[in-house]
């Protein structure tokens, strides 16, 4: 590069500047600055021809101007003159400012193009450099298009100078990340992949980041490179520290080539060729070798490109995963590296461990080290190294070593920083469920979680251990009892007295015997936290108390004392009142045996994944957990909780129809109705409400799942199928119905008296459905008047699955029903059963017909009977609209008969209705009135 | 109830930091640096909210004054009080500026002690603060006994701005009518805003403690006298009278008095003070008419010429009067010919300015400008920004007339008509606009 001549010093430019700097304020900024502008633009607008170097003064001070935050609006012509200069250093600013400035002015980058081509083709190897710097700079889609194909040549002409070839490959990656369906490779590849063989090593260091980005894209194209790649690594690996000159950085050879080419060999398997892979263990047994060695310098650069090298080693190693006596030297290396006095070292160290414990081979290896780590995790003074122990502790945990793991970390938590708490928690939660020998040490490590870190407890946690406590008899006793002492302390955590008061309220009777344990004591120690907890949680006390009085009837009066109270009875809170009104009432009045029924144990719950391991997934990397995951997360807590209501609740109106005499019309009739007060609870009514909470407190605290009518029996069509229905007269396509667990999509065609309609049932859940099955009728006289044949469909959808089902349609003789869609199945163990309309309707079975004016209107007048006429005059609801009417008619079925009608406004269809037995021919009139918006629609039919 | 006051210099150095209450701490003073003096996007909104804490701002030329409260405070109050500060800091040391600040600012805590007391405003009457917080520190510790339990009989009592046993050999009185008139007219001459916001400003050196009714020419006043009068005499004031929007007065203004009968009595306080603010929107004298001709010439040449009419007495004459054209940001060149003053193109202000000393009444002149312009690249039109003018007139835009100022001395011997009074009219442009 030129040096700059003293000359070459703009003075003009560095008195502006040192102006500029000098301004006592921004009002005084902008007033020099716009005096500066004028002086340009009239300098610019002069009539003498200004000579180079005043040109690239001026571009210069717009440059600064622009950089300092103004708007330049001028001048680029002024620059892109400069391009075609003699001179480097007006040729350099020119290109800055097309860079920094350059706008898709289309005259301007013609120009431009032209001048960069001119210096492209120029044997001049710093002009072209200059060029290449500016299209990799701008690097636009446009300068793709124009230079795509010219760059390649360039990288690989044998005239080329070593410093462009340089350029030119990162410049052919720039363009290749904007845009890389400009950059086509094809016939370079192979020469291009030959640079890594190319003498000076720069180019080398260039070519290899473009080889490893187009290698990534298409990795079969450039599979040679695997050996050059190897090849080259060894010769530098193997080379002494002085072999290289210009490329040895404080005695490394050539750490940022060797770099690149290990992170290029990761985009690949491990070589085939025996002899390749032979050497490129040979050079990784050399890496690690290096290492061992003692430094040749004190210098940190030295170290950190030695380390820099290793560690792209190791992670080659890690991807392999094959040699298995590299991964242990690999991880021998790291443990010594894990007490290295540099913390990013032990940083990067307990991370490239964490892969490492994931290999099989190397497991073990890793676990030698629990020791240091467990001692990084607790003296290491940056957060961040500490979150890389726990995760490291966290994969090397086995059925071996669980119980010391988990024990530290349990004690670590105490004192662990609160950014990673969360994380640490749902980390000990899991590992105490999957290495889990016995369940007693479960319970014990979750409940001294909620001890130690109660807040960061989330809720998915305690719902899993009350999960696995109502699935395993065997623990429930003990639960019961680590709960109970748990709960004696006197300030515990608000998901201690939760998962306190489910586990007592389900299974205090096994601990019942103990005099020190008695219901009355379990209860007073429950109530006792009462009054401390939010909402959810009173309302889960709540229902503990009703289990209690089931489980032990003597505390009956003490309980329904405590229900009876102003506190709980006239709660301002709606469901805590109503909880207290109901289970008051259910208390008082059904008898031991409803009782029982209705306050049974919970059944076990289904086995699904753990909630907690798809939290933790979460919050890793939002794109590796959908979103479905996170709400199954929720609505399994919410079916957990709920669970207990909700058996609760369908035994109760089992009750009621049992033993009262409250019609069940009344029931029904009520259930959508607002939640009564606790005024004036009738025996009657108070059932009625115990059944209506299903449906009207869906506060995800109870149950979440549809409030549907539980019955084998095909259910009622919902109200709302006719609307549906009527969605669909004029068209074939679209969502028929959809609510939170399904979305059913239909597409139907038809052709002269048949017709097929696929039907897309999509588990919208991430929760299999199960037993799915659905069925076709034709109920009353419809049998008679449509054929209706549906395909059997698989009885088991996937959550997030979509299932087609045919049905076939032949239309017998002409009918005013529709058919019906009955649909069952399981979702999480409820019977979900729901019955909509079909919606194929009469017009369906169109067939346009085209007729003329003459023909159309004898026709009309030839259908006078009374019945073969129908007159309707409507008020039309919307605006009426030529298009959307027209878009409707055809939609109908029927051919829109252009220039029929005298009147152009009135709309004129013909078709034939064809059915098995007999092709019916009808005629529509459509006669908007504008002024009164009333719609006379006449229609004839033969 | 303020939490503190702040005064920084442009850069956002602290020059003084005064808190009242602890819940304001010293992090604030970064806050409001950070976020408001050195924020990325300037902050046009006076008041700031950040992290719970309010931040109300104004800004003197480099200055800026930020009173900070954590309480829901009455805006306007706390904005009030910093304009009463400035007005009180400006009374003490002239401009507000850095280097006055930093070589007053022992007076200024000292003023600050005075004016807040534990946030809450107290008096900020410069005429009372004046006699017991004085620059010359060494003398004001010759206070007799006598002088100091008059300042706290003054300060406690009930007429806090004006202290007993004043004397003066000549009562004088000076009064002053300052108005800004603000207008925008269409390019055609219509007027599509126009208003004038009015002050009246005292001087007063009067003995004892005289009793002042100032009168003027109110509408309803008049109105109201033209209805116990002749009828005929009311069409004639009716014309002269003129409709207040809305004013404010100095506090020595009893208000009762001023609601029932809508006179206007005080006893004034000793020297400069400012008896009341006010505004007009009704039958405003525009002092000049702007009538602009701008003709784009191809892609490269604007020529612009401006008349100026002035309407008024031709016995009265404008002074300082300025013309303001923008200018094109593509402005290359600028040829102007004007028959009257000197006009220049600015650059650094991209604009021409042109200037006349003075002005007759009911005269007119003319400039005309050729602008050449350098062509861009961008196609987004010019906006076209108005002109503006600046003046200074020797009357009342709108319109008001001092009937009379009487004063009442009934303890001393002297009369109404021993005052020397003096009346002044001063008439400046606010924004005054004319598009283009």
Redesign the interface.
Known sequence: MPAVSKGDGMRGLAVFISDIRNCKSKEAEIKRINKELANIRSKFKGDKALDGYSKKKYVCKLLFIFLLGHDIDFGHMEAVNLLSSNKYTEKQIGYLFISVLVNSNSELIRLINNAIKNDLSSRNPTFMCLALHCIANVGSREMAEAFAGEIPRILVAGDTMDSVKQSAALCLLRLYKTSPDLVLMGEWTSRVVHLLNDQHMGVVTAAISLITCLSQKNPDEFKTCVSLAVSRLSRIVSSASTDLQDYTYYFVPAPWLSCKLLRLLQCYPPPEDGAVKGRLVECLETILNKAQEPPKSKKVQHSNAKNAILFEAISLIIHYDSEPNLLVRACNQLGQFLQHRETNLRYLALESMCTLASSEFSHEAVKTHIETVINALKTERDVSVRQRAADLLYAMCDRSNAKQIVAEMLSYLETADYSIREEMVLKVAILAEKYAVDYSWYVDTILNLIRIAGDYVSEEVWYRVIQIVINRDDVQGYAAKTVFEALQAPACHENMVKVGGYILGEFGNLIAGDPRSSPLVQFNLLHSKFHLCSVPTRALLLSAYIKFINLFPETKSTIQEVLRSDSQIRNSDVELQQRAVEYLKLSSIASTDVLATVLEEMPPFPERESSILAKLKKKKGPGAVSVNELEEGKREGGELNGGGERGGDNSAIATSNASTPSPSADLLGLRAGPPVTAAAPSAGSLLVDVFSEAGVNDDGFLSSAPPSVVSEDPAPPLPESNELLNKFVCKNNGVLFENQLLQIGIKSEYRQNLGRMYLFYGNKTSVQFVTFSTTVTCPGELQSQLNVQSKPVEPLIEGGAQVQQVINIECLTDFSDAPLLNIKFRYGGALQNLTLKLPVTINKFFQPTEMASHDFFQRWKQLSLPQQEAQKIFKANHAMDTEVLKAKLLGLGMALLENVDPNPENFVCAGVIQTKAQQVGSLLRLEPKRASSDVPINRAQQ | MIGGLFIYN?KGEVLISRVYRDDIGRNAVDAFRVNVIHARQQVRSPVTNIARTSFFHVKRS?IWLAAVTKQNVNAAMVFEFLYKMCDVMAAYFGKISEENIKNNFVLIYELLDEILDFGYPQNSETGALKTFITQQGIKSQHHTKEEQSQITSQVTGQIGWRREGIKYRRNELFLDVLESVNLLMSPQGQVLSAHVSGRVVMKSYLSGMPECKFGMNDKIVIDKQGKGGTTDDSGKSGKQSIAIDDCTFHQCVRLSKFDSERSISFIPPDGDYELMRYRTTKDIILPFRVIPLVREVGRTKLEVKVVIKSNFKPSLLAQKIEVRIPTP?????VQVICMKGKAKYK????AIVWKIKRMAGMKESQISAEI?L?????KKKWARPPISMNFEVPFAPSGLKVRYLKVFEPKLNYSDHDVIKWVRYIGRSGIYETRC
Not at chain 2, 329 to 333: A, E, F, K, P
Not at chain 2, 347 to 350: H, M, Y
Not at chain 2, 374 to 378: I, M, V
């Open positions: 442009h480099n940001l593509n402005t290359s060149g650059a650094s202000e991209n050449e350098l062509p861009t690249n961008d």
